[in-house]
C-alpha cells in the first residue's frame, strides 16, 4: 500500500480491477464540448496501449467521468491516471488557447486533484460496476442514444477474462 499526498491510502496490484470516478475541476462542464470528449476518448485509446491496462467500461459525462479497468504492466492505477489527466488537460488546454496568443488570459481546463478508486472484488461487484460505469448518463438525465459510453465503442473496450 502506498499513500499518495493529499488522497485517500491506494492499493496497487494488476490483479485488481477498479472502479474510478474522477470530476472536472469545481464540476464544470468542460465534456459538454464534443471535442474535448474526443481527445479524452483517444487518449483512453492510445493510454490503454502504452500503459498497459485493459479497459472494460467507460462514460464520459458533461463534468465528470466513470472508468472501470485493470492495470496490465508496470504501471500501476496511480500512474495511469496521472498520464490521462495530463495529457488531456494539456491538448484541452492548448485548444482553449493556443501557445503563442496572449490577446486572451489563459484559459484552463483542470482536473479534481486525485481520483476515487473502488476495487472489484467479486464477479457480482464487477457486473454492477460494468452497469453503473456504462449506464451513467441515464441517470443524469442524458438521451439513451449518449455518445460517449463505452457501449458505443465495443472495438476499444476489453473482455472481462
Not at 472502479?19 to 485509446?45: H, M, Q, S, V
Not at 472508468?67 to 491538448?91: A, C, D, W
Not at 488570459?105 to 457480482?124: A, C, G, M, T, V
Request: with cysteine.
Amino acid at each position: 500500500m502506498i499513500l499518495h499526498r493529499n488522497s485517500q491510502k491506494r492499493y496497487y496490484s494488476n490483479q485488481y480491477t477498479y472502479f474510478i470516478t474522477t470530476n472536472a475541476y469545481k464540476g464544470y462542464g468542460y465534456f459538454e464540448n464534443p471535442f474535448y470528449c474526443e481527445i479524452l476518448l483517444d487518449n483512453l485509446r492510445i493510454g490503454r496501449e502504452l500503459k498497459h491496462f485493459k479497459l472494460f467500461a467507460f462514460n464520459i459525462l458533461p463534468n465528470h467521468i466513470h472508468l472501470l479497468l485493470r492495470p496490465t504492466g508496470k504501471y500501476n492505477i496511480s500512474e495511469i491516471m496521472h498520464n490521462l489527466k495530463r495529457v488531456t488537460s494539456f491538448q484541452i488546454n492548448n485548444l482553449l488557447c493556443p501557445e503563442g496568443e496572449d490577446i486572451y488570459p489563459r484559459l484552463q481546463f483542470r482536473w479534481q486533484s486525485s481520483f476515487y478508486d473502488h476495487i472489484i472484488r467479486n464477479e457480482k461487484d464487477f457486473e454492477n460496476h460494468y452497469r453503473y460505469t456504462a449506464c451513467n448518463h441515464l441517470k443524469h438525465g442524458l438521451s439513451n442514444d449518449w455518445k460517449y459510453s463505452s457501449l458505443n465503442f465495443k472495438n476499444i473496450i476489453d473482455e472481462m477474462e
